[in-house]
């Protein structure tokens, strides 16, 4: 069982930065890759960010890339999102997530799920 909380979110105007972090406790946190997804008003789940275990692969939706950084410290069981230069449409509930199988991108092939954290970008 792994528990995941976020934090970090808020109202910003477009073009600021925020730092979302993820909270893990239960089993060893750097033995498994992470995902962060986001879900906007009206929208389904949508993929944003993944990171390997140890953290030197990652991977990005093309609408983030260049202005999110995923990252992780595993001594501090914390998953992080960097998001500068926020657009309106980044507004959405953020969610982390523990990977189990099947390709990254899906939400399906996550098993332990935040209860999120909403990012707000007013223009």
């Known amino acids: 069982q792994v528990q995941l909380v976020e934090s970090g979110g808020g109202l910003v105007q477009a073009g600021d930065s925020l730092r979302l972090s993820c909270a893990a406790s239960?089993?060893?946190?750097?033995?498994?890759?992470m995902g962060w997804f986001r879900q906007g008003p009206g929208k389904e789940r949508e993929f944003v960010a993944s990171?390997?275990?140890?953290?030197?692969?990652?991977a990005y939706v093309d609408s983030v890339k260049g202005r999110f950084t995923a990252s992780r410290d595993n001594g501090k069981n914390t998953l992080y999102l960097q998001m500068n230069s926020l657009k309106p449409e980044d507004t959405a509930v953020y969610y982390c997530?523990?990977?189990?199988?099947?390709?990254?991108?899906?939400?399906?092939?996550?098993?332990?799920w935040g209860q999120g954290t909403q990012v707000t970008v007013s223009s």
């Open positions: 990171i390997s275990r140890l953290g030197g692969t990652t």
């Open positions: 239960g089993r060893a946190f750097s033995s498994y890759p």
């Open positions: 997530a523990v990977y189990d199988s099947g390709a990254a991108h899906l939400a399906s092939a996550y098993r332990y």
